[in-house]
């Protein structure tokens, strides 16, 4: 009887404990509940003239193309699993890469420009632009992440942050940012800690330190976008610039305190005054990159309230808020 009822009493404590795991890593935000904010309008074959065409890749991966040139942010598409991540050396899929590049189209990428070296932003970047033949762009880490690649010196440029350069008809500024604040898992912070020598992959985790963060603003024409991909900001930075579409990187928002919350939408968006904002890194990237990104999981954040939160501020500001899904494409402007 003693022993039944120890048995009935552990089956209990597993499901609870099943259960709890479930919750925690179950999505924190069904994309059908903001079917609002997607976008609808379908995406012409040939891009028109004059007009810029961005898809979405998950985390802060964004291809953008005029028609004629091709830039690429990170480029991080092997998204390796949890228990590879905590249990294993990592590195490129660089077959993954190939393929990538073969559906889509990237034959005339020039640029990739890394946000910063960690693995989600700079693990894959180098291999993009080893197989197009593009120029990979970085903080000194990321290029040292590239040299390990087996990028030649040609291939690499460092950043020079505040000066304005041109890649076919795009005008890019790389802009000096700020790494997320860290909270929860992976709690170590190693913002700052340079990748000092060509760095071969795979490699643990911890070794992708950060290098610096950085933003990018990039013009055409009478348009421009910004890309941030890190949820923190350097107060004034976007003082004097202003940007139509802002992408904005939105991964653990739900863990700052609520002034911080209110200051990086001011230091953000309320200094760039644009027109649409679409939100970047809310996707889990444990998972493969398809077209259903699926939202974090309620333990590492909470991306319906980030999601509630830049739609509030948005509404009162009369700022457009748009969601993409992996692989979507929109023309910009
Ligand atoms: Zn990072």
């Not at 904010?37 to 890749?57: D, E, M, S």
């Not at 954040?301 to 700022?319: A, E, G, H, P």
């Amino acid at each position: 009887m003693k022993k039944h009822k120890i048995i009935s009493s552990l089956i209990v404590s597993a499901s609870l404990v099943f259960v709890t795991l479930l919750m925690l890593t179950s999505p924190s935000a069904d994309l059908d509940d903001f079917k609002d904010y997607r976008f609808r309008k379908p995406v012409p074959r040939n891009i028109p003239a004059g007009k810029i065409k961005v898809t979405y890749l998950g985390v802060a991966t964004l291809l953008i193309d005029d028609g004629e040139t091709q830039l690429l942010t990170d480029g991080f598409v092997t998204r390796p699993s949890f228990t590879e991540v905590a249990f294993s050396e990592i590195g490129c899929d660089t077959l993954l890469v190939k393929k990538m590049i073969d559906r889509l189209k990237m034959h005339r990428l020039k640029a990739v420009f890394a946000a910063h070296s960690h693995y989600d932003h700079a693990m894959d970047a180098p291999y993009f632009a080893f197989y197009t033949k593009a120029i990979l762009y970085g903080s000194s880490s990321t290029l040292n992440i590239g040299k390990g690649a087996k990028l030649t010196d040609a291939f690499l440029r460092e950043y020079k942050p505040g000066k304005a350069f041109t890649i076919g008809k795009f005008t890019i500024t790389v802009l000096h940012s700020k790494h997320t604040r860290p909270v929860g898992w992976p709690a170590k912070d190693n913002t700052g800690e340079e990748i000092s020598k060509p760095f071969s992959q795979p490699a643990k985790l911890e070794k992708y330190t950060e290098g610096g963060a950085y933003d990018f603003l990039i013009r055409h024409g009478e348009h421009s976008l910004l890309i941030k991909a890190s949820t923190n900001f350097l107060p004034q930075a976007f003082d004097s610039i202003k940007a139509d579409v802002l992408f904005l990187g939105v991964a653990l928002l739900s863990k700052q305190d609520r002034i911080f919350q209110n200051e990086f939408y001011q230091q953000t968006a309320g200094k760039l005054k644009p027109k649409l904002i679409i939100p970047i890194h809310w996707d889990n990237f444990f998972k493969p990159l398809n077209s259903q990104l699926v939202p974090y999981g309620n333990f590492v954040d909470d991306v319906r309230s980030n999601f509630d939160f830049l739609i509030r501020k948005t509404t009162s500001d009369s700022i457009q808020f748009g969601i993409m899904q992996g692989f979507e494409s929109l023309i910009l402007f």
